[in-house]
């Protein structure tokens, strides 16, 4: 619909038009077509349709905006059995740096400066920014496979090297485990500088190889004395707000009962049945509370329920700042909490413990993933054989108390 009208500019009448062209390649809005200063309703008429036709002439065929592509996504994404803690962070992350920049967009209509433009935005505010692309990246390969974009243009969007360098967040996999004779050393250490119910939290971890969450999200119903086991069929997970949720299930849970027996060895099961009949811990500002009536194992003094998923981390990190000289003599280095499962896969190897029964331990979904540690284990080993070996070398052969030197180069010649 086109409106003309006359007015008056500088003592003479003139022509005008208003009118509406469809809508926004881009954004979905309406495009507006306004045009003024032509001598008759004749000219001015041609120009509207001339700019209707170009307008036009873009095509009208079936297209979907970001923000309903990454609805349709976040459907598929759970249907690939992820977990719900999974999705809402895929889904917090989109909703804080993706949305607002692409959400309002056809998908078929962004650029790759458009795309470049935003990179460079997220990259300003967020040091894992790839991480964030990838979640965009992911999201516009489904509309390839859906059939509305042909490609996808962030793989053209160049990601420059960044020039400065940002401490690491996380410790890096190679270093987040003890050996086992560090990780007795930790515990014993944590024993004596620890909360007994901190102890016994991360012996648990330690000994079992369970998850951060799904040790703290463990009731008292959990343990069968009977045969020194605990169930695990749920876990901590994060939800709206920053807030700590109870996800009934586990990361890799039984497919048939949805829950796993983890046995206990002998000690971190009394260590276990001495904290269920403990009704006492200390709170925040080291006043008494009784947790007695909590159903949960690790009770937190503040609420009588499970602590936030977030305070194993921060005990560690409290005691590292109070012990760390202490600690480095004893030749222990910081590990999060999810170390201690690799330290139990560590330990599982040490020990001999064939891959297939450690797989069921860990609760690994594939074998592959108990082998690639084992592998990873193994190959340290093997590094570390032949650094002792260099070693070796270089000081020659000891028998009993005599070293015998090999010979140089020239002295092997001045033998000739």
């Known amino acids: 619909m086109v409106k003309f009208s006359k007015y008056e500019s500088r003592g003479q009448t003139k022509w005008q038009y208003y009118g509406h062209a469809g809508v926004d390649p881009k954004t979905g ?17 041609l120009h509207y349709e001339r700019a209707l036709d170009r307008v036009r002439s873009q095509g009208t065929e079936k297209r979907i905006k970001y923000a309903d592509l990454y609805a349709l996504f976040l459907d598929f994404y759970r249907d690939t059995g992820v977990t719900e803690s999974t999705v809402i962070k895929y889904r917090l992350d989109s909703e804080g740096h993706i949305l607002p920049y692409l959400g309002k967009y056809y998908v078929d209509s962004l650029t790759v400066p458009d795309l470049q433009k935003w990179v460079a935005q997220v990259r300003a505010k967020r040091k894992d920014f790839r991480k964030i692309v990838g979640h965009a990246r992911a999201v516009l390969n489904f509309g390839v496979q859906e059939g509305y974009l042909s490609e996808n243009p962030l793989a053209k969007v160049i990601i420059s090297p960044s020039k400065e360098r940002y401490q690491e967040r996380r ?12 990780l007795v050393t930790f515990l014993d250490f944590c024993r004596d500088h620890l909360e007994f119910q901190k102890y016994v939290y991360f012996r ?82 080291h006043q008494v509370v009784d947790v007695s009536l909590s159903e949960y194992l690790f009770a937190s003094p503040r609420n009588m329920s499970h ?26 280095h910081r590990i999060s909490p999810h170390g201690f499962r690799h330290s139990q896969a560590t330990l599982l190897y040490e020990l001999g413990i064939d891959p297939k029964d450690a797989q069921h ?8 993933t108990t082998m690639d540690i084992y592998t990873h284990i193994s190959k340290d080993r093997k590094a570390s054989i032949a650094d002792e070996l260099d070693a070796f070398s270089a000081r020659g052969t000891t028998l009993g108390t005599k070293v015998i030197q090999f010979p140089t180069q020239k002295e092997r010649e001045s033998l000739l």
């Open 171 to 182: 410790i890096s996999a190679s270093q987040n485990v003890y050996t086992p004779e560090q």
């Open 361 to 368: 331990r860990l609760r690994h979904k594939n074998l592959k």
């Open 204 to 285: 648990l971890l330690a000994f079992t190889g369970l998850r951060r969450g799904e040790a703290l999200a463990l009731l008292k119903s959990d343990i069968n004395q009977d045969d020194r086991s605990i169930v695990v069929n749920k876990t901590l997970a994060e939800g709206p707000d920053n807030a700590t949720v109870v996800a009934h299930h586990t990361k890799t849970g039984n497919a048939d009962h949805g829950e796993t027996k983890v046995y206990l060895d002998q000690h971190t099961f009394e260590l276990v049945m001495e904290l269920y009949g403990k009704a006492i811990v200390k709170g925040s500002w």
């Open 29 to 45: 809005d309406k495009i507006k077509l306004r045009k003024k200063g032509f001598s008759s309703k004749a000219e001015a008429k």
């Open 307 to 332: 602590f936030h998923r977030a305070a194993p981390n921060e005990w560690l990190a409290k005691l590292w700042r109070k012990y760390e000289a202490e600690l480095a003599k004893l030749g222990l």
